[in-house]
């Protein structure tokens, strides 16, 4: 069984620090990496796409991937409340087809 | 209208019902899935359309009927549910089926089964 495993937190950070999260995989062929935020009763919205090794910045976020250690990261520079959300990891599946997803890491950012 | 649809919101059906979810997507995307979400546990992918073809089906039970008469519209009609069936139902849709493509989500429709 292919998975994507995610510290579920929750992670209390303050106002402008940075956060932290965490992603393991276990499928090495897994080519496809993305970050999605859920808040309380949304629905999943998408924040970064990552497909090569090394870091890929975007705004305060910068998603990092290392597919020797099957692991990928997501920081949060200048944390805000309003970034206190639910994230979650997804990976593609072994046939491509889709995306399986991780349970999500809980951030609560403080004020 | 923009993004992907979902209706109802909210459903709450008796185990005896037979009802469907329906999702539409203004996008112009290829590919469209039906996602279950419970709580504490991950996302689990149900089924996965390409091109109004079903390319994977998660091992779901037959309760759960998936339908896909084009690339816009996608239903799942339900039957003969058990309450462990409650959960939130998300529809998807990315431009092709495959590696690179990310997943829009729809609202999510909250079904309770009675």
């Known amino acids: 069984q292919k998975e994507v495993e995610q510290n579920s937190g929750p992670l209390s950070v303050p106002e402008g620090a940075i956060a932290s999260l965490n992603c393991t995989y276990s499928d090495r062929g897994s080519q496809s990496f993305f970050w999605y935020r859920q808040y309380s009763g949304k629905s999943p919205e998408l924040i970064m796409s990552?497909?090569?090794?090394g870091d890929k910045e975007d705004g305060r976020f910068t998603a990092q991937l290392n597919k020797a250690s099957q692991y990928v990261s997501l920081l949060i520079r200048d944390s805000q409340p309003s970034d206190s959300a639910t994230y979650l990891c997804a990976v593609n599946n072994q046939a491509g087809t889709a995306l399986i997803f991780g349970k999500g890491t809980t951030l609560s950012v403080s004020s | 209208e923009t993004g992907v649809t979902q209706t109802p919101r909210h459903l709450v059906m008796g185990m005896t019902n037979k009802k469907s979810l329906k999702c539409e997507q203004h996008l112009g995307h290829n590919a469209m899935y039906w996602y279950k979400q419970s709580a504490k546990k991950p996302l689990e992918l149900m089924f996965v359309y390409s091109l109004e073809e079903r390319v994977e089906n998660n091992s779901v039970p037959s309760r759960f009927s998936p339908e896909c008469p084009n690339s816009s519209h996608l239903f799942l009609h339900l039957h003969t549910l058990q309450p462990e069936d409650s959960a939130l139902y998300l529809c998807?849709?990315?431009?092709?089926?495959?590696?690179?493509?990310?997943?829009?989500f729809g609202n999510g429709t909250r079904l309770t089964v009675t």
């Open positions: 998807a849709s990315s431009q092709v089926e495959g590696y690179n493509s990310p997943l829009h």
């Open positions: 990552i497909y090569s090794n």
